[in-house]
C-alpha cells in the first residue's frame, strides 16, 4: 500500500523568495517519487523524479527535491519564485519495482505568487 | 514533434451517445494510461497498458471501454454517456509503469 500526503493545500509567496511544497510518503516498498506542476487548463508536467539514485533531485525550472527516507519526506524547493510558478502541484508515489503501476497522487498543493 | 497528444481538447456530447478519446503518443512507450480528474477526488486511474493488445482495469473502469491495436495509439470510449462521466481526462505514458508523461487533457462534458 502507498500513499502521499501534502501537508498544504495552498502556498503563497512573494516573487523572488523562496518556495517549500511539502510532501509526506508512505510505501511498502521502495518508492519513485515524483512532482508534477499543472497550470490552469493544462496537463500534468514532470518536474523531477526520484527513483533510488542521488537523494538530492535536481528538475527543471530551478525545482529541487529531497528524498529523506528517514523522515519519509520530499518535498519540494525552489530558491527564487516567479510568476510563471503559479500553478498547481501534485507530489506522486509509485512502487518502484513492483508490477503495480498506480500512481498515488498527493491532493495538490496551489501556489500563487505575489507580485 | 514528439509527445503525447490529445484529440478533441474540448467536446460536448449528450447523455447516451457513445464518444471516444484519442491519445497518441509519439515516444514508443510501451505503457499508456488513462485518467479522469475531478474536483474532490484528484486523478484517478480508469484504464492502462502494458504494451499493444494488453489493457487492464484502473480504479473506475465503469463505462469505459479500451483498445490497443498499436504501441502509439490508445483509444477511450465512452460506450453510452452519462453525466457523471463529465471530466477532464487525461492520458499518459511511459517507458515503465512507475514514470508517466501526460497529455494536455480532453475536457468532455455530457448534457
Known sequence: AQSVTQLDSHVSVSEGTPVLLR????????????????????????????????????????????????????HLTKPSAHMSDAAEYFCVVSPYGSNDYKLSFGAGTTVTVRA | DAGITQSPRYKITETGRQVTLMCHQTWSHSYMFWYRQDLGHGLRLIYYSAAA????????PDGYVVSRSKTENFPLTLESATRSQTSVYFCASGPQGYEQYFGPGTRLTVT
Do not use: M, R
Request: glycine share 6%; aromatic share 16%.
Open chain 1, 23 to 74: 510532501c509526506n510518503y508512505s510505501s511498502s516498498y521502495s518508492p519513485s517519487l515524483f512532482w508534477y506542476v499543472q497550470h490552469p487548463n493544462k496537463g500534468l508536467q514532470l518536474l523531477l523524479k526520484y527513483t533510488s539514485a542521488a537523494t538530492l533531485v535536481k528538475g527543471i525550472n530551478g525545482f529541487e527535491a529531497e528524498f529523506k527516507k528517514s523522515e519519509t519526506s520530499f
Open chain 2, 53 to 60: 493488445d494488453i489493457t487492464d482495469k484502473g480504479e473506475v
